[in-house]
């Protein structure tokens, strides 16, 4: 498993939040195999796209980062888009 100091803490509030656990976006990019400006726009949109959950459940465990799954996916991009909209 890959060890990162901010992967010992609690389950990340937002998907910026879960993708600022990695040291940097490219490293999120290659762990969960799509390019850099595709996952510098999940940041920015809070947004991760369906095809890429299984990816990033993976990563996270691989990471030590509990609680990531379909489940809190759908539930923070739903939760991150309505606020997004909301302003």
Same mark, same amino acid.
Request: overall charge negative.
């Given at each position: 498993? +890959?060890?990162?100091? %901010?992967?010992? $803490?609690a389950?990340?509030? $937002?998907?910026?939040?879960? +993708?600022? &656990?990695?040291p940097? +976006?490219?490293?999120? %990019? ?7 400006? @595709?996952?510098?726009q999940? &940041? #920015? #949109?809070? $947004? +991760?796209?369906?095809?890429?959950? @299984?990816?990033?459940?993976? %990563?996270? &465990? &691989?990471?030590?980062? %509990?609680g ?7 539930? @923070? ?8 909209? @909301?302003?």
């Amino acid at each position: 498993m +890959i060890e990162h100091p %901010a992967s010992i $803490s609690a389950l990340p509030t $937002s998907i910026s939040g879960l +993708i600022d &656990r990695w040291p940097a +976006i490219t490293d999120f %990019a290659d762990e969960v195999g799509c390019g850099y400006e @595709a996952a510098r726009q999940m &940041r #920015r #949109r809070q $947004s +991760i796209a369906p095809q890429h959950w @299984a990816q990033v459940v993976a %990563a996270s &465990r &691989r990471r030590g980062i %509990a609680g990531v799954s379909y489940e809190w996916l759908a539930g @923070a991009t739903a939760t991150d888009t309505a606020q997004g909209e @909301a302003a």
